[in-house]
């Protein structure tokens, strides 16, 4: 095959993923902006106007979000009702803290295994490929019970500990991003006297402070939408997430106000839009290289 028809073919595949791909964005891009349009309507108008912008008939409306805080709540302890001001609170504590501790146990664990030779460090390498390859069926029970056991429910620190493990695809991805830093900048600090916590501290973290962000997102945005582990391990402390399924499970039958179809998706924008201010404020940052500058020979 000739060169210009293998430059032909490339053209062609690239062209046709790349049309595959901008398919794919408008189609999330569409169900985003449909979602939140249909939370300024009313829910006639929703039932007979479900694609288009609201009618003329019926207007605009803000009714569905001055309902939705007022009615987005859920019950504990049979008869307590936790509101959204005190979920809110409740997310970030258990988002933010179990988002650092996910991140800085791999990222500590990936340090030592890549830039300092003990054999212990293979050992530690091979599990978590082992781990990552053998599923774990039937591990909630046990788990639950050890918790329990432990006293890590229904307080915070439990689940903080929970999340410290260094299990997981992040902790290779933090070891490639140590591997690839060249120990140029240990030995030089070491030379200069600095010791290793602050070698790891003042010299070695810096140039992989993008790496760690963009993995603390990530897992602030999977414990954000987590309503599982607080439904189990923190039902006295309800987070936002755990409160819209009790709305989308529960909410219908208890309150009728909740039950419509634009007041769902009101709540459910109201829960997404923290993770969509945070993606705005911070996708300059998270979008930059690894390392700035390097040793020279």
Do not use: H
């Amino acid at each position: 095959m000739k060169k210009n028809d293998i430059m032909k073919s490339f053209s062609i595949t690239k062209t046709i993923i790349s049309c595959v791909l901008l398919l794919y964005c408008i189609s999330l891009l569409f169900i985003l902006i449909w979602s939140l349009i249909s939370t300024f309507k009313f829910q006639n108008d929703f039932l007979s106007n479900v694609i288009g912008l609201p009618s003329k008939e019926y207007g605009w409306t803000l009714t569905n979000y001055f309902t939705a805080f007022k009615e987005f709540y859920i019950t504990v302890n049979i008869n307590t009702r936790v509101y959204i001001e005190t979920m809110l609170i409740n997310t970030l504590l258990y988002t933010v803290g179990c988002a650092f501790f996910a991140t800085l146990t791999p990222c500590l664990m990936a340090y030592l295994c890549a830039k300092f030779r003990f054999r212990f460090g293979k050992i530690i390498y091979t599990t978590v490929i082992v781990t990552m390859i053998i599923p774990i069926v039937g591990s909630l029970p046990s788990e639950y019970s050890l918790v329990k056991a432990l006293g890590f429910d229904n307080n915070f620190l439990g689940m903080y500990v929970m999340k410290a493990n260094f299990l997981g695809i992040y902790f290779l991805v933090f070891y490639a991003s140590w591997k690839s830093l060249p120990n140029d900048f240990i030995e030089a600090a070491r030379v200069d006297g600095m010791n290793d916590f602050g070698i790891l501290l003042k010299i070695m973290f810096p140039l992989i402070k993008t790496t760690f962000g963009v993995i603390f997102v990530l897992y602030f945005v999977t414990f954000w939408n987590d309503y599982q582990v607080p439904m189990l391990y923190i039902p006295n402390y309800p987070t936002m997430a755990y409160g819209l399924f009790d709305i989308f499970q529960g909410g219908a039958a208890r309150r009728a106000e909740t039950s419509s179809d634009v007041m769902k998706l009101t709540f459910a924008n109201v829960v997404m839009m923290p993770i969509l201010i945070l993606f705005v404020f911070m996708k300059d940052k998270l979008i930059g290289n690894l390392t700035v500058g390097g040793v020279k020979g």
